[in-house]
Every structure is written in C-alpha cells, then in structure tokens.
C-alpha cells in the first residue's frame, strides 16, 4: 500500500466530498422542509432541482450567444444565474403544490405521494420537450466561465479551482440565510409553528396554506440554486440527471433526520465526504478488488448501518424530541 | 356580541351538534358546561373556524363567521384555546406569545407582552425556554397567554383546568376572572361545573348536542339536575 499517496490525495478528497455534500445539503433541505410542513415526501424535487440547473444553462448560452459572456465579470453571472434558477425553480416548487398537492391534502397519503412521482416525470418529458424544440438537443453543456477554471496548485497533490471555493461559498451563504431566515424571523418561526401543529397555527392567526406555498418556495429555490451550482461545477446536464442526485439527497435528509434542517445539512455533507472518500480510496485500499464504482454500495451500507443504530437519523432525535 | 343560531355539525356519519344556540354578551364569562362528548369542544372549534358548520349561524357583531377561514376569524378578534392547550413545543416561550401576535401590526403589541408577563410572572422567567419542557399548569398559562398576545374580543378556552392540581385550577379560575374583569369577553367550557358557574355570569349545558338548560350561573349552580350531573350531588 502506498501510504504516501493515500495520505496525499487526503485534502482533495476532503474538498471534493464537502463540495458534493454542500450540494446534497441544499437538494435535501427541499425534501426536508416540505416533509417538516406536511409530512410528504415531494418526488417532484429532483426536477425541480434540474430546472435550475436548465435556467442557468440556458442564460449561459444566451450570453454567449449575445457575445456578452466574456466581457461581463464572472461573480456578476454567477449571481444573475443563481438569482434566475432561484426564482423560477422556488416559484414552480410553490405551483406544483398549488395544482398537484394541495387538492389531495386530505387524501390518503400514498395518494399525493403518487401524485408527485407523476409531476417528476411530467416535469422530466417537459425539459426534454421544450430543450428538444428551442435547442434540438436536451444533453447540455455549461459554457465555461474563464475565472471560475482558474487553479491555485496549494501543494504538490492539491489544487483549488476558483470553481470550488465558488460552490462551497455560494452553499454555505445559502444555508446561512436559511438559517437565520426560519430560525430568527417571524415568517421563519410561523413556519415552524406550522410545521409543529397546523390547526393551532391557523387558530393564532398563521395563514396555513400561504406558509406551505411558501415553504414550498424556499425549498424549491435553495433546489434551483443547488442546480446552477451542479451544471457549474460537473458541466453536462439532462433532463434526467435530477433524478440520482435527488435520491442522494433525499437520503441525506433521512440520515440527518427527516424534517431536521440542520440534519439535511449534516446528512448532506456526511453523504458526500462518504462518497468521495469511497471512490478514492476503496481501489486504492483494496488493491483495486473493488474499484470506485463501488462508492454508492460503500456509501449506502453505512447510511443504512448509521440508520440501524440511529433510525431517526442523525439529528432526529435531540431537535424533534425535545420537548 | 357572539351569537350562534340553529347551529348544526358533522363529521362524516356522526352528528355532533344538532341546532346548538347561544349567545354571549360583551364583557360576560358564559359558561359552556356538559359530560363527555356532548359537543362543547365541537362547538368552539365551530365557531373559530376549525370544522365547518354544516348549517345554522355564526356572527360576532353582527358579522357571520361561517365559512371564515380560521386564521381570518382570529384576525377578527377570536382566539381560541383549544383543549389540550396546543402550544408550540419547539418553540420557545418567547416565540409562542410573538406567535400569539402574528397576525397583528399594530404598536401594542409590546404593552400586551407586558400585560401577559403581569399576569403570568412565570413565564417571564422562562421566556427563552423551549415550550414543550414547561411544566403542565405553565403551558396552560403559556397558551392562555399566546391566546391574549392577539388582542382578541372575545376569548374561547377549552377545558382550561384539565390535567391541573387543585391548587392550580383556583389559579387558573383567579386570572380568568382577572382577565374577565380587565373587560375580555369569554366562553369557557369546563368539566369543573362548580368552579365555572363560580366565576361565569351566565351557562349553558350541552348534552349531545342541543342546549338542555340556559341561565344565569345562579339559576344553573341551583338547578337539581345540574347539581346531580354535574356538580356531584
Ligand atoms: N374529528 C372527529 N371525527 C369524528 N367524530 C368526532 C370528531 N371530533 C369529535 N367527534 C365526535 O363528536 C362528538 C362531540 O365531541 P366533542 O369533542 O365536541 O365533545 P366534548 O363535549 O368536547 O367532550 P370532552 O368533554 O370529552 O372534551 C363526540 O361524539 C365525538 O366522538
Ligand atoms: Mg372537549
């Protein structure tokens, strides 16, 4: 075994697996949020997550095609896109409920639940549908940005691209303002009043259905932004590459604890260092008996051996059970 | 001020209210008093918008509440403190009474958290506890005190004595009587007859949904049948 190597590659594993895990965090604090409000798992996500990445894309190719992409400052068209996959990704979150969930609120549960598997895969024939008239091709690549490829080479065996630091500090201020948003505003504390106890909510005056429109809007949004930052850093997208990192991020909110919002974050990041570190490492350690394909089987026994020994999940228990 | 006419509920099969009538006058505790299941938390829920009425009428100062979303009619000045008090678990003591408030954006809102913290001392101490770990005569007094942070013109309290020690029930009855006297309107419903024809000024008793008696709390602590039923006799 080269030691000297497994200890080299050590830090970009570290930076690969946060990067990944920050994306999970934002896919599964959707999933997190809208469980939290309603008990419901929205499957609709994953697609609402790859329409941000879609919105980035295509403002991309607009500016490039306009010519403009070079001359205006990277930051300036990363914020515009992740503005821009926020609003329309939060605000079709908000829809689909408004049509698809809110009629079958008091259906048996598997019902909206079949509900959302349809508008996943509506959503999913619709990108394609729409990419495949406007663009006559639904695989899409993100035009790079010149700044964002620039690399700091820190040390022999690591090296930062500006991409990177991008993807962690846009995750990071995004969790941040969530953060602050449900924990310290009064919207952010009526929603989860209402997450809490719906009937006493609507009785001090909370306007129930308003709070999960617009939990619905912000989880929806936080899914857009974690599109751009997908197409951003892995470049190509479909109409269907939602679907397998929205499972992963849904069992990262299972593992830190459906309905937790600190969980989702924790479950996410967890998700991600595991992950990276098994594609890494399991060839190396194993003598190449089981290559890095084995990463999600890696990754998901010990989800499945942490969720044996803690089925609430990471968090579950010290926020949910409190009182 | 509340007025309810011929009013009738349902849930599914089950007729919970058949052509309840009452009536509550401005600055009057008026008690709602009968034995399980008779429909008097139905009746509360009826008229803060909870469960739908299936027919009859609902009108605070004249204004019908039927078909009024909950959340619209506290605006209206009701606030309802469901049985089982139904605070925010998770939330802290603080953000329970701010709750309380949502609606509102008028400048009292401060002067009514003062008001509620010289009602309740112990809830100023406990202001940054998460509600869920107070004890229970403390989260009654939380929810009664969420409930006064809208407001309201009239207060709904359901069974605010259940799951209390004697000598916290005379608390609770004290500061509803305080409350009462501070000018709020009140129904009160409660198992504990003696204790809430003490403070009401007048009663009603529900069995199976209708009205079986009416009167002023004298007339009602003196009448044979409900000192049999519901006063131990
Ligand atoms: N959600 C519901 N679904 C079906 N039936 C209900 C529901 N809520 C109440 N009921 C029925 O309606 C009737 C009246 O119930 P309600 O809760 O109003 O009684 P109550 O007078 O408040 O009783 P208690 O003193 O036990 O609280 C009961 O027969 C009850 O079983
Ligand atoms: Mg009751």
Redesign the interface.
Known sequence: MDLPLLIGIFPQVLLDGLILGFMYALIALGYTMVYGVLEFINFAHSEIFIVGAFVGVEILLGLKGAGWLESLPWPLVLLLLLVAAMAVSGLLAAAVERVAYRPLRSAPRLIPLISAIGVSFFLQDLIRLVESVWRNAFNLVYPTLDGLNHRFELTETLDVSVKSLVVIVAALAMLWVLHMLVNRT?IG??V??VA??Q??????????NRIISLTFLIGGAMGGAAGVLFGVQYGLINPYSGFIPGLKAFTAAVLGGIGNIPGAMVGGIVLGLLEAFAASYLGLLTGGAFGAEYKDIFAFSVLILILVFRPKGLLGEI??E?? | MLRVEALEVAYGAIRALKGVALEVGRGQIVALLGSNGAGKSTTLKTISGLVPAARGTITLDGESLVGVPPHAIALRGIAHVPEGRRIFNRLTVRENLMMGAYPRRDPGVAEDLDRVFALFPRLEERITQVAGTLSGGEQQMLAIGRALMLHPRLLLLDEPSMGLAPVLVEQIFATIDDINRQGMTILLVEQNAAMALGIAHRGYVLETGTIALAGTAEELAGNADVRRAYLGE
Not at chain 1, 199 to 208: E, H, K, N, R, Y
């Open positions: 009064k504390t009526a989860r009043a809490e106890d009937a006493a909510a609507s009785l001090v005056g909370i306007d129930v926020v949910r409190r009182a």
